[in-house]
């Protein structure tokens, strides 16, 4: 089946640097990739769809200019968290779709942990 | 996007059948009725997949009735490496994404 690889698993950064973490579809090409982030003891909540070769659409109440998402290439998305701050600390998840399969594939997420 | 409601919680014994009931009652036509069953600090993983009636898979069955406004998640003996919790999502499967509800947090007790 469908394979999403995500990096970093985990990080540690200090407040006011910037974090980047991959999303890669190993087996597959995924035009449109979705970008999730998940408090402790929370549902995961949609962030941003990232479309490939062009911008990213962001849900209600998410900063786009605090959360850089780049869709390069058919097998990559990145997630960029700027200016990092203790409250960003949270489990991000990303997920895309082979369209051969049934329902999406998720990556394994990156835990953030902001100091 | 179908919204969904599950209940929070359940609690099983190692080798009881356990069902799982989502409701979704404004499931659109082309919308499907999906599973994923997540750990802590993992990533979703999908279980199952259904439109209608029933369909089952080597872990789980979904049973879905014909009027598709709910839909139970059914896991036969369920052991201690089930307690997780277990999400339903409706969407179709062309580019649209799949909104999380709350979903619901099984404890399998020994």
């Known amino acids: 089946g469908a394979v999403v690889s995500q990096h970093p698993s985990w990080v540690i950064c200090k407040s006011g640097t910037s974090v980047k973490i991959e999303c890669r579809s190993l087996d597959f090409q995924a035009t449109t990739m979705f970008w999730y982030r998940q408090f402790p003891k929370q549902s995961l909540m949609l962030m941003a769809t990232s479309n490939e070769g062009s911008k990213a659409t962001y849900e209600q109440g998410v900063e786009k200019d605090k959360f850089l998402i780049n869709h390069a290439s058919l097998t990559l998305s990145t997630l960029t968290v700027t200016s990092a701050h203790p409250e960003d600390s949270s489990f991000y998840i990303c997920?895309?779709?082979?369209?051969?399969?049934?329902?999406?594939?998720f990556g394994s997420g990156t835990r953030l942990t902001v100091v | 996007l179908a919204k969904t409601t599950q209940p929070i919680s359940m609690d099983s014994y190692e080798g009881q059948e356990v069902n799982i009931t989502c409701s979704h009652n404004n499931i659109a036509t082309n919308d499907y009725i999906t599973w994923y069953q997540q750990f802590p600090s993992q990533g979703p993983r999908f279980i199952i997949q259904?439109?209608?009636t029933k369909v089952t898979n080597e872990v789980a069955s979904l049973f879905i009735p014909a009027d598709r406004k709910s839909s139970t998640l059914s896991l036969p003996r369920v052991s201690l490496s089930d307690t997780a919790v277990y999400y339903c999502l409706v969407g179709d499967n062309y580019g649209q994404n799949f909104v999380f509800g709350p979903g619901t947090r099984l404890s399998v007790l020994p």
């Open positions: 259904g439109y209608k």
């Open positions: 997920s895309a779709r082979d369209r051969g399969d049934y329902g999406y594939t």
